[in-house]
């Protein structure tokens, strides 16, 4: 099965959304958690509302966290 083609902007934005996720999750990061909810809530928006789902179809969600992961464990 072909990988579908994700813009860049798309899955920087869930990288930095997987990122936030995990840090929100750290107990040492306790006094920041609102900080990262609103960011986390950006993020949110940008990746469901990117005008790439228009044409794609949320068919493709899951193809796109898992790319995302993909280069996040590459990169660190």
């Known amino acids: 099965m072909r990988r579908p083609a994700f813009p860049e902007d798309l899955i920087a934005a ?19 958690t609102t900080a990262l909810r609103r960011h986390l809530l950006e993020l949110s928006v940008q990746v469901w509302w990117h005008p790439y789902w228009r044409e794609a179809g949320t068919g493709h969600r899951m193809a796109l966290r898992m790319r995302a992961q993909e280069l996040e464990s590459r990169a660190g």
């Open 14 to 32: 869930q990288c930095a959304w997987d990122r936030t996720y995990r840090t929100l999750a750290d107990p040492a990061q306790r006094g920041r």
